[in-house]
């Protein structure tokens, strides 16, 4: 287990002892755990969640112009 010092802000402060007491964490550590986890889940490689593939296959099945057939559709 890494330990680290780390200096947070007032607001910074606040925000991570809302997130404790929201979710009954035990103590701020834990609460930073829980950031970081929610951050990765929805924020780090969105390709490999379940729901972005089935967004990426509605995208691909979806009706595509091309260039010229979108400017003749547009002007």
């Known amino acids: 287990m890494t330990q680290a010092i780390v200096r947070l802000g007032e ?3 606040r925000v991570l002892q809302i ?3 929201k979710f009954g964490l035990k103590n701020k550590s834990d609460a930073v755990n829980f950031v970081i986890q929610k951050y990765d889940e929805e924020m780090l490689e969105p390709e490999l969640r379940p729901e972005y593939v089935e967004k990426i296959d509605k995208i691909v099945k979806g009706k595509h112009f091309t260039r010229t057939e979108f400017e003749k559709k547009v002007c």
């Open 11 to 13: 607001y910074e402060d």
């Open 19 to 21: 997130v404790k007491g």
